[in-house]
Every structure is written in structure tokens, then in C-alpha cells.
């Protein structure tokens, strides 16, 4: 097949989170199978040229969207064939890749109209347009509209990615003009658009209406979202068309996440010789200045410092808990000031257990993956998550909150299960805590901590998890399918 993706976000070269993992790892494996995959994404100025060659791709062109004219210039690069950037700098270069500038909307409506305008200069008809969040959100409608009369789309259909609902892309209706489809402005929502208190366009739900099909990045969080506890507003056109709402796990690309391949981490090991792993766990207290002592769990965290993770239900409990138990923390991650506060207080008063480094590095995500006994993911929601496969893979226990993908790769420990030789899975892979609040967690904390002294029950925890397979290899050939199931 032919398909054409958009999205605001690829790995290596544009990434804030999980949306510039699958797109950097998706049409990689999808073009393994046989695939004309072409992505579309911003050239913003914080993109590294020194990753590759990049070229451009014909003569620029102008894009007109109401009374903006930007010119703009297609680019790939050597390293990543069926990579191409949209080069605009007076969008693109900013010091971020999203912004709350006047102009927000038209970034990302300029890099939909260039996707399909360099489409038609070469010649590429794509049997699926693959739109991913709300940047894309108008996208189904813009080709239906805009570009309905070119024979070249005549048998595109089109998918909408959701992988975080709760960023829409809400605009004042005022901005219809610049979408270029104010002449069929009956097409848009009514009620939003002469909404009496202002009127707005929601980008995300636009993409829900038209899209022919709706994806989500895992199977729990695409029932979660047809909720009104976790459908943002959304859920009623999420329910009205809960037939082609679809839900996928992301996948893990295990030449980069794995123990046996992993560059980054100073020890590599497997299953069946999990010796390195000790070492990579003395590696990891060292490095954060903790004292090292054999026996005692260190506990990883790697994540964004935001209310979405959930990390406040710590500081009710956190200090007792590591009086209690002795345990060590390493944390990794930056964002709300008053999560860094509670983590930096920790440090102070635990100076021998706690390690906390404000901000992001990669080496040190790896080794914590890798010197982890146990990994905490507390998510308050979660659309799919990756750093729980990663662990499982590196036989790090997860903790996680039952909810969105968390929920699809982590199964509850099961001791009474351990010893099923005709079905070792049912013993589960992890620890999962249902009632998201201090005391869900803290029981949580405790089970794995009083697991861990018992050998054999850990150890098998550690070999169910490590033989789990979230490989992409799996998971894109199901949006192969996926693709060939969206209606006309």
C-alpha cells in the first residue's frame, strides 16, 4: 500500500513524548513489510542537521491560507528515505516545537496542505492518509473538500491517531478562514462554531467526524475515552461511532530497548545471564552519588514531572516508606516546579537513598531501565505508555495504575499462579493498583517490596516479564490490517 503520514512529531529528529516514538518507529517496520511509507513532518530549527544529508525535494511553492501566504520547500534526508520535512521558517523556527503563538492553528495547517500538495508533485496516491492528534485534525476534511477533485486521492481513506485526547486544538471560530474551507463552513460543527459564549474550531473533533477511522494507542484507553471520565469533552462522538474506534499498543523497537543490545547502558545481559544487570545497578546508584550496598531494591522513575503521572500520590507516603523499607530511589524527569520541589526535598532529607536528576538525559533513562529492581508508573490515565515495556524487557518489575496501556501490558503478580507450568503468564509480570490515590499506590509499593526478598517468586517476576514481545514487527502488521479495514 501507499500511505501518507502526518504528524508534528518523528524520532530522531522531533520528539516531547510518545507520538515522536511511533512515528519515528511505525513507518520504519511498515516499509519491512512491503510499503510505500511516506512521512510528513515540520523542519523546525531545533532539528539536528548533523543526523543526515538533508536535500530538497523540487522547486518550493506557495501555500495561501486566507490572507497568509508562506512559501514553503520540501526536504528529506539520506539517513531516513520516506522522511520529508515541510521548511518554512517563519513557523518553524521557534524555540519549541508547540507554541501558544497567534498563529499555532496555521503551523500545522500549513504542514497538512504541503503533505498533499507535495503528494500531487509526485505523483504519490496514497491508499491511506494517516493523520496523528489534533495537528492533523482537519485533515479528512481538507482532502474531502479541498482536494476531493484530484483523481489522485480518489481512493485515499483516512485514519486519525489519537495518542493524547486531552490536547485538542481548540481555535476561535474567527480562524475558519484561514482552514481555506470557510465556503463549506456547513461542515464543521454547528454548535462549537456559533457557540452563542464564542464560537471555536475543535481541531481533534473534526478529525472524529470525518476520519474514516479513529485509532487510539491502546485497547483499554479506546473504551477509557468513550467515558466522560476520560473522554475531554469528547466522549458522545467517540460513543456515536464506537464501531470504528480502534485501539493498537504502540510498539518497542528492541535494537534500541533491550539489555542484550543496548549501547548506552555500561553492562549488557539477558535472561539467562542476568549478571550484568547487577552491575548496571551499581553503575546507576554510583552515578547518582548514592552509597551502593548489594541487596537493597533501587526503584526507577523516568517520566515527565506532570499531574498526568501521578507522582504527587508520593508525597504523602514516600518519606515512611523509605524509612521503612531502606529502599533507594533514582529519579529522572523535569516539569512541574512542585514535583521537582517534592523530589529535590526528598533528596535532601534521604541523602543516602534518593537521586534525583532535574532535566532529561538518555544514557541515564537506559540505566535506570537497566539497574532498576522495580520502575514506578502511577499514571492518573495513560494512553498507551512505553517505559513499562521497557522495563518488563529489562526485567525491571513494573508498578503501574490499571488504566490505558498500563492496563494492556502489565499483569498483576499471582503467586499462587507462579509454578503453572501449562500457563506461566497467569502469574503475571508486574504490580497494579486500582484506586489511583496515596494509599492504591503505597499498597502497591509494599507488595513489591515484600516480593522482592523472596528469591524465587522474583526471579520468576523478572523471566515473565523479560520473555514479553511488544515488538513493532507485531503491532505494525496490525495496522496493516487496520489499514485495509477502513471503509471508503
Same mark, same amino acid.
Given at each position: 500500500?501507499?500511505?501518507?503520514?502526518?504528524?508534528?512529531?518523528?524520532?530522531?529528529?522531533?520528539?516531547?513524548?510518545?507520538?515522536?516514538?511511533?512515528?519515528?518507529?511505525?513507518?520504519?517496520?511498515?516499509?519491512?513489510?512491503?510499503?510505500?511509507?511516506?512521512?510528513?513532518?515540520?523542519?523546525?530549527?531545533?532539528?539536528?542537521?548533523?543526523?543526515?544529508?538533508?536535500?530538497?525535494?523540487?522547486?518550493?511553492?506557495?501555500?495561501?491560507?486566507?490572507?497568509?501566504?508562506?512559501?514553503?520547500?520540501?526536504?528529506?534526508?539520506?539517513?531516513?528515505?520516506?522522511?520529508?520535512?515541510?521548511?518554512?521558517?517563519?513557523?518553524?523556527?521557534?524555540?519549541?516545537?508547540?507554541?501558544?503563538?497567534?498563529?499555532?492553528?496555521r503551523r500545522f495547517l500549513v504542514l497538512g496542505w504541503a503533505a498533499l500538495i507535495a503528494a500531487q508533485h509526485m505523483r504519490f496516491a496514497p491508499?491511506?492518509?494517516?493523520?496523528?492528534?489534533?495537528?492533523?485534525?482537519?485533515?479528512?476534511?481538507?482532502?474531502?473538500?479541498?482536494?476531493?477533485?484530484?483523481?489522485?486521492?480518489?481512493?485515499?481513506?483516512?485514519?486519525?491517531?489519537?495518542?493524547?485526547?486531552?490536547?485538542?486544538?481548540?481555535?476561535?471560530?474567527?480562524?475558519?478562514?484561514?482552514?481555506?474551507?470557510?465556503?463549506?463552513?456547513?461542515?464543521?460543527?454547528?454548535?462549537?462554531?456559533?457557540?452563542?459564549?464564542?464560537?471555536?474550531?475543535?481541531?481533534?473533533?473534526?478529525?472524529?467526524?470525518?476520519?474514516?477511522?479513529?485509532?487510539?494507542?491502546?485497547?483499554?484507553?479506546?473504551?477509557?475515552?468513550?467515558?466522560?471520565?476520560?473522554? *475531554? =469533552?469528547? $466522549?458522545? %462522538? #467517540?460513543?456515536?461511532? &464506537?464501531?470504528?474506534?480502534? +485501539?493498537?499498543?504502540?510498539?518497542?523497537?528492541?535494537?534500541?530497548?533491550?539489555?542484550?543490545?543496548?549501547?548506552?547502558?555500561?553492562?549488557?545481559?539477558?535472561?539467562?545471564?542476568?549478571?550484568?544487570?547487577?552491575?548496571?545497578?551499581?553503575?546507576?546508584?554510583?552515578?547518582?552519588?548514592?552509597?551502593?550496598?548489594?541487596?537493597?531494591?533501587?526503584?526507577?522513575?523516568?517520566?515527565?514531572?506532570?499531574?498526568?503521572?501521578?507522582?504527587?500520590?508520593?508525597?504523602?507516603?514516600?518519606?515512611?516508606?523509605?524509612?521503612?523499607?531502606?529502599?533507594?530511589?533514582?529519579?529522572?524527569?523535569?516539569?512541574?516546579?512542585?514535583?521537582?520541589?517534592?523530589?529535590?526535598?526528598?533528596?535532601?532529607?534521604?541523602?543516602?537513598?534518593?537521586?534525583?536528576?532535574?532535566?532529561?538525559?538518555?544514557?541515564?533513562?537506559?540505566?535506570?531501565? *537497566? =539497574?532498576? $529492581?522495580? %520502575? #514506578?508508573?502511577?499514571? &492518573?490515565?495513560?494512553?498507551? +505508555?512505553?517505559?513499562?515495556?521497557?522495563?518488563?524487557?529489562?526485567?525491571?518489575?513494573?508498578?503501574?495504575?490499571?488504566?490505558?496501556?498500563?492496563?494492556?501490558?502489565?499483569?498483576?503478580?499471582?503467586?499462587?499462579?507462579?509454578?503453572?507450568?501449562?500457563?506461566?503468564?497467569?502469574?503475571?509480570?508486574?504490580?497494579?493498583?486500582?484506586?489511583?490515590?496515596?494509599?492504591?499506590?503505597?499498597?502497591?509499593?509494599?507488595?513489591?517490596?515484600?516480593?522482592?526478598?523472596?528469591?524465587?517468586?522474583?526471579?520468576?517476576?523478572?523471566?515473565?516479564?523479560?520473555?514479553?514481545?511488544?515488538?513493532?514487527?507485531?503491532?505494525?502488521?496490525?495496522?496493516?490490517?487496520?489499514?485495509?479495514?477502513?471503509?471508503?
Amino acid at each position: 500500500m501507499n500511505v501518507l503520514v502526518v504528524t508534528s512529531e518523528a524520532a530522531p529528529f522531533a520528539k516531547t513524548g510518545g507520538l515522536g516514538d511511533v512515528l519515528g518507529a511505525l513507518p520504519r517496520y511498515l516499509r519491512k513489510l512491503g510499503h510505500d511509507v511516506r512521512v510528513f513532518l515540520p523542519f523546525y530549527s531545533s532539528i539536528d542537521t548533523k543526523k543526515g544529508t538533508f536535500s530538497p525535494v523540487g522547486d518550493p511553492f506557495p501555500i495561501v491560507l486566507g490572507p497568509h501566504r508562506y512559501v514553503v520547500r520540501i526536504v528529506t534526508v539520506d539517513t531516513h528515505p520516506g522522511t520529508f520535512f515541510v521548511h518554512c521558517p517563519e513557523l518553524y523556527a521557534r524555540g519549541s516545537l508547540y507554541t501558544n503563538d497567534l498563529d499555532e492553528h496555521r503551523r500545522f495547517l500549513v504542514l497538512g496542505w504541503a503533505a498533499l500538495i507535495a503528494a500531487q508533485h509526485m505523483r504519490f496516491a496514497p491508499d491511506v492518509l494517516h493523520c496523528n492528534d489534533w495537528q492533523c485534525g482537519l485533515l479528512p476534511l481538507t482532502l474531502k473538500v479541498a482536494f476531493g477533485w484530484d483523481r489522485l486521492f480518489a481512493n485515499t481513506k483516512t485514519l486519525l491517531s489519537i495518542h493524547n485526547l486531552n490536547y485538542q486544538g481548540v481555535f476561535p471560530a474567527s480562524t475558519i478562514g484561514d482552514t481555506n474551507l470557510a465556503s463549506s463552513a456547513h461542515l464543521f460543527h454547528q454548535d462549537q462554531l456559533h457557540h452563542p459564549h464564542g464560537g471555536r474550531i475543535n481541531y481533534m473533533l473534526h478529525g472524529l467526524l470525518y476520519a474514516g477511522i479513529v485509532s487510539t494507542v491502546s485497547p483499554t484507553y479506546a473504551r477509557e475515552i468513550q467515558s466522560e471520565e476520560h473522554g *475531554a =469533552g469528547l $466522549d458522545p %462522538f #467517540l460513543r456515536a461511532r &464506537r464501531s470504528t474506534v480502534v +485501539g493498537i499498543l504502540n510498539g518497542v523497537d528492541y535494537d534500541e530497548w533491550s539489555p542484550e543490545k543496548d549501547t548506552l547502558i555500561p553492562h549488557r545481559y539477558s535472561a539467562a545471564d542476568l549478571s550484568g544487570k547487577a552491575l548496571d545497578k551499581e553503575a546507576l546508584v554510583t552515578a547518582l552519588g548514592l552509597p551502593y550496598v548489594p541487596g537493597v531494591p533501587v526503584l526507577g522513575i523516568v517520566s515527565r514531572m506532570a499531574s498526568q503521572k501521578g507522582f504527587d500520590l508520593l508525597g504523602p507516603i514516600l518519606g515512611n516508606l523509605l524509612v521503612k523499607w531502606g529502599f533507594q530511589l533514582a529519579v529522572l524527569g523535569s516539569g512541574e516546579s512542585r514535583l521537582e520541589q517534592m523530589f529535590e526535598g526528598f533528596r535532601r532529607r534521604f541523602p543516602k537513598q534518593v537521586g534525583f536528576y532535574r532535566g532529561f538525559s538518555n544514557p541515564l533513562a537506559h540505566l535506570i531501565e *537497566a =539497574g532498576s $529492581d522495580i %520502575f #514506578l508508573m502511577p499514571s &492518573r490515565y495513560e494512553p498507551c +505508555g512505553l517505559n513499562q515495556m521497557y522495563s518488563l524487557r529489562y526485567g525491571t518489575v513494573p508498578i503501574v495504575h490499571r488504566t490505558g496501556g498500563l492496563a494492556d501490558t502489565v499483569r498483576p503478580w499471582n503467586p499462587y499462579a507462579a509454578n503453572d507450568a501449562m500457563d506461566p503468564r497467569r502469574a503475571g509480570n508486574g504490580f497494579v493498583f486500582d484506586h489511583h490515590d496515596s494509599r492504591g499506590l503505597e499498597w502497591a509499593i509494599e507488595m513489591a517490596l515484600g516480593t522482592f526478598k523472596h528469591r524465587p517468586s522474583w526471579d520468576r517476576l523478572v523471566q515473565n516479564g523479560m520473555a514479553e514481545d511488544f515488538s513493532w514487527e507485531r503491532q505494525a502488521a496490525l495496522y496493516v490490517d487496520l489499514y485495509q479495514r477502513i471503509p471508503g
